[in-house]
């Protein structure tokens, strides 16, 4: 998600051009035409075909423009109900809700772990992705999702559980000595109790 809030800081950086770029040339256009101080002849020119060539082009633009901005914000954290904070650590998982937090550590079969992700399904949540130590990464593959976890950087990934069941992933980044037994479970249920 953090390249589209960069690309939306892009796309916003491009529409203030456009319409400064909009703004000038009617502003010229009106200097030239109706102050008279302007150096440009239109006698031999047809006005309502330079008028429309100007226009029509610009209000496309202008509604592309429009049109990709709300499409890449039509899913920022205002639609999510709930922020979760995944925290990776040397080698276990942290889960912080906002009415408390706790380590998800491996069991003893070393698939499962003793406390998992518990998910609420068809509820969008706000995931924001760090590490404690070392680079790691929050990944499962089953959901289509991975996030980097980088020391001293939140990254976000929006999230909504679309099918009940228990989904198994690992750290996808090689973090350390026991990097193979970190695991990540996330539990899609009804109603949490």
């Known amino acids: 998600m953090n390249l589209s809030l960069l690309y939306y800081d892009i796309v916003c950086y491009i529409f203030a051009v456009c319409v400064f770029i909009l703004c000038f040339v009617y502003l010229m ?3 030239n035409v109706y102050s008279g101080g ?14 429309l060539w100007t226009v029509i082009p610009t209000m496309i633009v202008l509604v592309l ?10 899913d920022l954290d205002c639609f999510s109900s709930e922020t979760i904070k995944i925290i990776g650590h ?17 069991s003893n079969d070393c698939f499962l ?9 068809g509820t969008p949540y706000h995931f924001v992705v760090t590490s404690s130590d070392v680079i790691h990464s929050f990944s499962v593959p089953s959901l289509n999702l991975k996030m980097d976890a980088i020391p001293g ?6 999230y909504c559980p679309s099918q009940h069941g228990s989904f ?22 009804g109603l949490i109790n």
Request: charged residues 15%; glycine residues 6%; hydrophobic residues 40%.
């Open 29 to 31: 256009l009106y200097w």
């Open 90 to 106: 040397q080698w276990y998982w942290s889960y912080e809700y906002p009415d408390g937090s706790y380590d998800s550590f491996i």
């Open 65 to 74: 423009c429009a049109l990709n901005v709300n499409f890449i914000t039509s």
């Open 168 to 189: 198994i992933g690992y750290c996808a980044e090689l973090c350390g000595v026991n990097h193979s037994i970190m695991p990540i479970v996330i539990e899609v249920v």
């Open 113 to 121: 772990v003793d406390k998992p992700l518990r998910l609420k399904y």
């Open 38 to 51: 302007g150096s440009v002849n239109f006698g031999s020119e047809n006005n309502i075909i330079e008028l």
């Open 153 to 158: 950087r939140l990254n976000h990934l929006f």
